[in-house]
Structure formats: structure tokens, C-alpha cells
Antibody, heavy 116, light 109 residues
Framework: QVQLVQSGAEVKKPGASVRLSCKAF?????IHWVRQAPGQSLEWMGW????????KYSQNFQGRVTFTGDSSANTAYMELSSLRSEDTAVYYC????????????WGQGTQVTVSS | QAVVTQEPSLTVSPEGSVTLTCGSS?????????PFWFQQKPGQAPRPLIF???DRHSWTPARFSGSLLGDRAALTLSGAQPEDEADYYC?????????FGGGTKLTVL
């Protein structure tokens, strides 16, 4: 059984950066990052292969988000910079198994609150 | 960036059937958009239901089915149960970049 465990809630001031982690228990080729602002839809932020380090970013976050991975720890990281109040959201990671049916397992989500 | 559109809300009677659809601002939805469908209940992470247009995950109840309907992707629920009341999101792939729709709030009433 695959499980994704995300880091804990964060409170940040505008202009700061936040770094979240997503540790996979079980095989994972890649990790998608998806966020959900309060009462809003899901928003895809991008993807990283924890095996190869390759990344793909949503145009909406290009230049402000960085994905990194640690293959030995089966962990992906997402750093979002220049935070603003609109970045307040729950941030999820989801698995890419490099097979049909990605997004099959999701982390529990990390609440990020940006407030002065 | 493309915009993915869904019905904002739908209502279905218990044991009834309903079809949710998913459109693309760039034109018709095809299997090449690899449509995915997710269910989300309040306070929970999304739960994947359908991938690659029609494929169910092992945990997806058989009453959910995916298809292409005209120029849209579709999720059909046949025999709705009270526990199916939730938000449903579709997602389309545009050259490997995923875009989610605005979601459909499904009420079972």
C-alpha cells in the first residue's frame, strides 16, 4: 500500500518562502503538486520525477516555485517564494507511478497560511 | 493556459443517474487529453475515480463510468447513493501539463 506523508502546517508572512515535503512509502516515479485555495478548485502546480530529477512547472507558477527530490529518501520538496495572501491554500502531493493511473495516491495535504 | 469547464452544480435523486461533463477552451476533448475524474468530500484529499477517459481504479465503484460525449469528457453515475454527494473535478492534460476544471457540486436529493 502506497502512502504519501506531507509536512506540517505553515504560517508565513507576505514575501517569505515556504518549503514543503512529501515522503513516499512505496514505489513512486514522480510527484505532482496540486493546491486548493479555500472554497476553490484544484490547481496543478507541476511535477517532479524523484528518480530522474526532471521537472515540469505550470505556467502559473513559473519562476516562483522550485521542485527538488531526494531519491534515497523517496521524498519530494516544493518551495514557493514571494508568498502573497492568495497563496493561502492546502497543498497536496500526488503520486506518479510511471504507469497509467497517475494521481492514484495523495498526501494528506499541508495548510499554508500567508498573513501579515 | 487552457480553461477546463464543468457544470457548477447538479442534483440527482437516490438510485438515479446523472452525467457530469468536462470541456476544453481549446476545442473538443479527446482521449489525447487523458481525462481524469476525482471525487472530493469536505475536509478530505481528492480521491481518484477515473483515468485515461474510461479506466476505473480498483477502488472505484462500478456505478461510476467515464466516456467521451460529443466534444466533452463525461462521468456518468448510475444508481446514485447518498455517499456520492461530493465535489467532482475533471482534469485534462495539455502536453503533459495538467489543468483542473472548476468542479461540479453533486447533490443527491
Amino acid at each position: 500500500q502506497v502512502q504519501l506523508v506531507q509536512s506540517g502546517a505553515e504560517v508565513k508572512k507576505p514575501g517569505a518562502s515556504v518549503r514543503l515535503s512529501c515522503k513516499a512509502f512505496g514505489y513512486t516515479f514522480g510527484i505532482h503538486w496540486v493546491r486548493q485555495a479555500p472554497g476553490q478548485s484544484l490547481e496543478w502546480m507541476g511535477w517532479i520525477s524523484v528518480v530522474t530529477g526532471h521537472t515540469k512547472y505550470s505556467q502559473n507558477f513559473q519562476g516562483r516555485v522550485t521542485f527538488t527530490g531526494d531519491s534515497s529518501a523517496n521524498t519530494a520538496y516544493m518551495e514557493l517564494s514571494s508568498l502573497r495572501s492568495e497563496d493561502t491554500a492546502v497543498y497536496y502531493c500526488a503520486r506518479d507511478p510511471a504507469a497509467p493511473g497517475e494521481f492514484d495516491y495523495w498526501g494528506q495535504g499541508t495548510q499554508v497560511t500567508v498573513s501579515s | 493556459q487552457a480553461v477546463v469547464t464543468q457544470e457548477p452544480s447538479l442534483t440527482v435523486s437516490p438510485e438515479g443517474s446523472v452525467t457530469l461533463t468536462c470541456g476544453s477552451s481549446t476545442g473538443g476533448v479527446t482521449s489525447g487529453h487523458y481525462p481524469f475524474w476525482f471525487q472530493q468530500k469536505p475536509g478530505q484529499a481528492p480521491r481518484p475515480l477515473i483515468f485515461d477517459t474510461t479506466d476505473r481504479h480498483s477502488w472505484t465503484p462500478a456505478r461510476f463510468s467515464g466516456s467521451l460525449l460529443g466534444d466533452r469528457a463525461a462521468l456518468t453515475l448510475s444508481g446514485a447513493q447518498p455517499e456520492d454527494e461530493a465535489d467532482y473535478y475533471c482534469s485534462l492534460s495539455y502536453g503533459g501539463a495538467r489543468v483542473f476544471g472548476g468542479g461540479t457540486k453533486l447533490t443527491v436529493l
